[in-house]
């Protein structure tokens, strides 16, 4: 049993799909196959449901996904050990950002770490906020910009980078484009257009309308602000996002506070509380290129 098996055994395990795990590996599919079945040879019990579309975990697989996550954060706590003592960071890196973020310092962070340790190999992927989430409780992803709802995500830690409330964008002439404030039954009669579900803005709108039952029309989702801008822009429907995104859009929408939509929306950087030096160093670079709230 080798750790490169085990590697692909979660690769697979998390991704349910062996094309995207072998993209993930860097491998061809057929060889993150070959050694999947020659694990299970070893194990002498087959570790995925080949049957359908995807690759879904055995029982057995379920068992083994948990001893195998513990086998490779082992061996990847023996070299970040060395690699301290020695006070060189070397290894992989994978950071998450949440689709449709334009946030930069984040690159500014990214850049100045590859500066300082050019032998660490950086991944950046983008994904909805719950599976960036996930991916870094399941070791996945190292360190990952999220959004969340009002809360920090259970068992990670974090830093936050804006708290703020969220708002709906009219375009002028819209009929509550002479208001300054709404309410959540006020968008009652009209379509809404706003993040999709997975994302902290959506979660943060969802939970306002459920705790008031106000069923609003969405009508239509996008994961980028600028789309939502330009869909509320042209009076397709009512635009939702949160202050900072709508200021940079004052200059053709106006932006209403929703007053009964009070939870704060948050983005913040998301990981584990056991980490490496080249976590810890990421952190650093990521602390000094973002401006804390």
């Known amino acids: 049993m080798e750790l490169r ?7 697979v395990a998390e991704e349910q799909n062996f094309t995207r795990a072998a993209e993930r590996v860097r491998i061809s599919q057929s060889g993150v196959s070959a050694q999947i079945r020659q694990l299970e040879r070893e194990l002498g019990a087959e570790l995925f449901d080949r049957s359908g579309r995807g690759a879904t975990l055995t029982v ?11 086998a490779l954060a082992a061996a990847g706590a023996v070299g970040q050990a060395v690699g301290e003592v020695a006070d060189v960071i070397k290894g992989r890196l ?26 660490v190999e950086l991944t950046l992927l983008e994904d909805n ?14 360190l990952a910009l999220v959004g969340t709802a009002g809360a920090v995500p259970e068992g990670l830690e974090t830093f936050t980078i804006v708290s703020e409330r969220l708002v709906v964008t009219v375009p002028p002439g819209h009929p509550l484009a002479g208001r300054s404030r709404v309410r959540l ?19 943060v709108f969802d939970r306002a309308c459920a705790a008031l039952d106000v069923s609003p029309a969405i ?17 397709i429907a009512v635009g939702v996002l949160s202050e900072s995104m709508a200021a940079r859009y004052r200059d053709r929408l106006t932006a209403l506070l929703i007053d009964d939509a009070t939870e704060p929306a948050l983005l913040a950087l998301a ?19 973002f401006t804390p709230v």
Do not use: K, N
């Open 271 to 289: 990981w584990r509380a056991t980490h490496g030096p080249a976590v810890r160093a990421l952190l650093g670079h990521a602390r000094r290129a």
């Open 94 to 119: 994978t950071v998450g950002m949440v689709v449709g973020c334009t946030v930069t310092p984040l690159f500014d962070a990214l850049a100045a770490f590859h500066g300082a340790h050019p032998g």
């Open 219 to 235: 009508a239509l989702q996008a994961s980028a602000a600028d789309a939502i801008a330009d869909l509320a822009g042209r009076g």
């Open 129 to 142: 906020s719950d599976r960036l989430i996930d991916g870094v409780r399941g070791g996945a992803v190292d």
């Open 185 to 203: 039954r006020d968008l009652a009669a009209y379509p809404i257009v706003c993040m999709p579900l997975g994302t902290g803005l959506r979660t």
């Open 5 to 11: 098996q085990l590697e692909y055994f979660v690769a």
């Open 60 to 70: 057995a697989g379920r068992v083994a996904l948990e001893h195998a996550r513990a």
